[in-house]
C-alpha cells in the first residue's frame, strides 16, 4: 500500500520537455489512470515513479519517503513495459517466476509454482509455460508481461499500455480483471492508456497529459460531461464531439446561439444563460455530442436542413456525419440507417445537454445543470477565468 506524491517534477531531454513542473497526488489503494495522446510525457512519467528514470526537479515520493535517488529494485513496485522487456532467453514459466526469485522478495518454489499457475491460468497461457518469448505471438507475449507484473504484490503496480496487443475479446476481459485484481490485492495502481474507454471503465480518477503538464485531473463523468477545455472534450467519446463556433444574442428577453448559417436562434437553457451573462460572453464555441443529434429525412418543424457527408455501419451503431453549410457533424443512428452519399437530412440539436466553451481560450465556461461538477483546480468549472 501506498501513496504517491509528485511535487513540480520536471524531467528534459535536452532542449525538449517532456514533464513541466508537474504536481500530482495519488492516494492509497487508488486505480489511477494517465490518459493522453502520443507524446505527452505519459510513460516518461510512469519511468519516474518507477526509477527508470530520474528527473531534474522536483520530488517523488512513495507513502512517506522521497525515494528521488532510491534505485527501481528497491522502491517496491512492479512494472508492465509497453514492449515487453522479456528475458529471450528463459520459458514463459521462468519469465513470470523472476520477480519472486530476486534477492529482495525470495520465495520458495512452492509458492511459486502456485503463483505462476494462478496467474497463466488467469492469463489464459497456461498451456504456454515451455516456450521462449520468440516462440509467441505479440498477444501471448503482453499476457507474459502482465502476468510477471501481477505475480507478486507489490506497494505498486506501473502498467504501460498493458492490453494494448490483445485481441477485443481478452482486453474486454482483462478490464474487469484488472479492477478486481487490484482491489484484492490493496495496492496502488497507475496505469497508461491512450484508449478512452479504458480509461473510463477503470479509472477511480483520471489526469489527462498533454505535452507534459496536467490539462484535468477528475472522474470518468466529469471529463465527459464537464472537460476543462475544447482539447479533453475531443478525446472522451465516439464519435468524437461536435465543436462549432456561434454567436450568443439575445432576442425578446431569451439568450440564444447564432450558429451554423442559421436564421433562428439556439435557446440557451436559463441556468447556463445566467454564466454567459455574468461573463459577458459573445463568442463562444457550442459542444454537441454525437448522442444528442436526432436526425430525420423529411422536414421537421425545428430542423436544420443538411446533406449526408458519410454514413459508416460499426457494429451497434451507425456513424452519419452530416454537411451543414460547410460544417461537418457526426450522429449516433440506428445500425439499420441507410442513407446515400449527398441525400437530404434534416437534424435538431438537443441544447440542453450543449457545453460552452469560449470561443478565444476554448476554455470550458459551463453547460447546464452543470455548475456542481468540479475541476482539476479545486473549484467549480463554471468559475475558472
Known amino acids: 500500500m501506498a501513496r504517491i506524491t509528485l511535487e513540480r517534477i520536471v524531467k528534459r531531454y535536452g532542449k525538449n520537455v517532456a514533464l513541466d513542473g508537474l504536481d500530482l497526488d495519488i492516494q492509497d489503494n487508488e486505480f489511477f489512470v494517465l490518459f493522453g495522446p502520443a507524446g505527452a510525457g505519459k510513460t516518461t512519467l510512469l519511468k519516474t515513479i518507477a526509477g527508470v528514470e530520474f528527473p531534474q526537479e522536483g520530488l517523488i515520493k512513495i507513502g512517506d519517503e522521497i525515494v528521488n535517488h532510491v534505485e527501481p529494485m528497491y522502491r517496491n513496485v512492479s512494472m508492465v513495459f509497453e514492449n515487453y522487456a522479456l528475458y529471450p532467453h528463459l520459458n514463459v514459466y521462468d519469465n513470470i517466476a523472476s520477480p519472486m526469485r530476486s534477492k529482495l522478495y525470495r520465495q520458495d518454489e512452492a509458492t511459486i509454482h502456485q503463483q505462476v499457475e494462478r496467474v497463466t491460468k488467469m492469463m489464459k497461457i497456461d498451456h504456454l509455460w515451455e516456450r521462449r518469448p520468440s516462440q509467441l505471438s505479440n498477444g501471448q507475449r503482453q499476457r ?63 489526469a489527462v497529459l498533454n505535452y507534459g503538464k496536467i490539462e484535468q485531473l477528475g472522474t470518468s463523468l466529469e471529463m465527459y460531461y464537464t472537460p476543462c477545455n475544447e ?38 437553457e436559463e441556468d447556463a444563460a445566467q454564466v454567459l451573462r455574468e461573463k459577458e460572453v459573445r463568442q463562444v464555441d457550442v459542444g454537441i455530442r454525437g448522442n444528442d443529434i436526432s436526425f430525420s429525412f423529411t422536414p421537421r418543424e425545428g430542423s436544420m436542413a443538411g446533406t449526408v457527408y458519410a454514413n459508416e455501419p460499426i457494429g451497434n451503431k451507425v456513424v452519419m456525419t452530416v454537411d451543414i453549410h460547410g460544417t461537418h457533424l457526426s450522429l449516433v443512428a440506428p445500425n439499420d440507417t441507410q442513407a446515400r452519399i449527398d441525400q437530404p437530412v434534416y437534424i435538431r440539436l438537443n441544447m440542453k445537454n450543449a457545453i460552452f466553451f469560449d470561443g478565444q481560450t476554448q476554455e470550458y465556461i459551463t453547460r447546464s445543470q452543470a455548475q456542481s461538477h468540479i475541476c482539476s483546480k479545486g473549484m467549480p468549472i463554471s468559475e475558472r477565468g
Not at 461536435?242 to 454567436?247: A, K, Q, S, T, V
Open 144 to 206: 507474459v508481461a502482465i502476468g510477471r507484473c501481477l505475480v507478486r504484490s507489490p506497494n505498486v503496480f506501473l502498467m504501460d499500455e498493458p492490453l494494448a496487443h490483445l485481441d477485443a475479446k481478452l482486453r474486454h476481459f482483462m478490464r474487469g480483471e484488472l479492477k478486481e485484481m487490484q482491489s484484492s490485492f490493496n495496492s496502488t495502481t497507475i496505469y497508461v492508456t491512450h484508449d478512452y474507454m479504458e480509461a473510463m471503465s477503470l479509472a477511480d480518477r483520471i
Open 231 to 268: 482539447f479533453v472534450a475531443r478525446l472522451f467519446g465516439e464519435p468524437e464531439i461536435n465543436i462549432f463556433p456561434g454567436e450568443v444574442e439575445e432576442e425578446n428577453g431569451c439568450l440564444g446561439v447564432r450558429a451554423l448559417g442559421q436564421q433562428e436562434l439556439m435557446p440557451i
